[in-house]
Structures are given as C-alpha cells and as structure tokens.
C-alpha cells in the first residue's frame, strides 16, 4: 500500500513539472520592451542628464552619461525579472520571464546575463530575428541564458 502512494505522490509531481507554457507573441515583447524605455529607460536618462550632469550638452559630450543611464536600467531590469519575473512593460501585455526547463523566475545573475546578452544581439540585429525562425519564439538572449518569454496565466 505504501509504495502505491508513493507512485501516485510521484505521478503527480511530475505532471506539475512538465506543465505546458505558452510562448507570448514577438509583437508583444517588442510593445513590453518600448513600454520599459518609457516607463523605466526614460526616468533613468532625465536623471542622469539633469540631475547628475549638467544638462543636454554635457551628456551628449559625455561617454560617462550613457553608460551609467545603460547600467542603472539593467541593475533595475535584472530586479525586476529575478524578483517578480516580468518588468513593467511585460506586466502590461501579461508575460512572464522564467526558465524554460522549471518555469520558476530566474536569478539575478541570470537576468544581468540575459541583459548583457539582449545589449549584444540587439546591437548586431542577428539575435532578433532568431524568434522568427524558432517554433519557441526564443530570442538569442534566451537561449544563451536558457529563459523563455511566457503568457501568465490567471
């Protein structure tokens, strides 16, 4: 009698691990992401420009402006995905970061990584058209850091 329990205890924990994810839209990821440049990206820039530097031209003759305005935004990015697993923008379209093996939130080294890695890709246009050919809809950033963009579920 006790090894049936076990066996059911066992089938049933592993039904919850191998739950379905539905993978968001590309569209919606790339709304999230312009909504986070406003909504985070934007403040971070007018702080740094105005209150940190003296204004317009000394940022823009700045190298100093834009590298501390890039590194506050993926400290406050990488937070956001490890505490919560979406950002503001994700929160809007209701998506979730997570990793596509558990389905649980991410570490905060992970998401700096993922960040780095989304910097690198973005910068050379390669990694974002990598989702358009994946039936997973995962981005060059999410593959290196193994995560997925997910719909959450209510």
């Known amino acids: 009698m006790r090894f049936r329990k076990l066996k059911k205890n066992r089938n049933i924990t592993d039904k919850k691990e191998t ?35 003296d204004g317009k031209d000394e940022f823009q003759s700045s190298q100093l402006g834009p590298l501390i305005g890039v590194t506050l935004y993926g400290i406050i990015y990488a937070v956001l995905l490890s505490k919560f697993g979406q950002t503001p923008g994700k929160k809007a379209y209701e998506m979730r970061v997570v990793d596509d093996r558990s389905g649980k939130n991410i570490s905060f080294f992970r998401a700096i990584v993922r960040f780095v890695a989304f910097l690198f890709t973005a910068t050379t246009l390669l990694g974002l058209f990598v989702p358009f050919y994946r039936r997973d809809k995962k981005a060059l950033h999410d593959l290196i850091c193994k995560t997925i963009v997910v719909v959450e579920k209510k």
């Open 19 to 53: 739950q379905k994810l539905t993978y968001a839209p590309y569209s919606y990821r790339v709304k999230a992401f312009i909504t986070d440049l406003f909504m985070i990206y934007a403040p971070i820039l007018y702080i740094v420009t105005y209150i940190v530097l």
